[in-house]
């Protein structure tokens, strides 16, 4: 079993920024795949961006190209999401996701162990 842990959501203005931390237990991190998602109210669960367990492979939905950058410490268990130049749209509850696979990209199927998630919300 794996425990996922979000934190770092929090209310901020459209052009801000913010960094998303989730913190893993229960299995050696080095040795699993995470994600991240996110959740509108009224909508579907929606890729965000993934990252193998090495961290040298990364993947992004193309709605937060550019902008998101995912990252890990294996060190502290960590994987961070860093949000850049937000937009109302994103506003959502987000949620860290950990796979047994080497990497796991946009499958969402493929994710074994899902976060409680944290509210990012954006006004404009």
């Known amino acids: 079993q794996v425990q996922l842990v979000e934190s770092g959501g929090g209310l901020v203005q459209a052009g801000d920024s913010l960094r998303l931390s989730c913190v893993a237990s229960?299995?050696?991190?080095?040795?699993?795949?995470m994600g991240w998602f996110r959740q509108a109210p009224g909508k579907e669960r929606e890729y965000i961006a993934a990252?193998?367990?090495?961290?040298?492979?990364?993947s992004y939905a193309d709605s937060v190209k550019g902008r998101f950058t995912i990252s890990r410490d294996n060190a502290k268990n960590t994987v961070y999401l860093q949000m850049n130049s937000l937009k109302p749209e994103d506003t959502a509850i987000y949620y860290c996701?950990?796979?047994?696979?080497?990497?796991?990209?946009?499958?969402?199927?493929?994710?074994?162990?899902w976060g409680q998630g944290t509210q990012v919300t954006v006004s404009s």
């Open positions: 996701a950990a796979s047994n696979q080497a990497y796991s990209g946009s499958n969402t199927g493929s994710y074994n162990y």
């Open positions: 990252i193998s367990w090495s961290g040298s492979t990364t």
């Open positions: 229960g299995r050696p991190f080095s040795t699993i795949a």
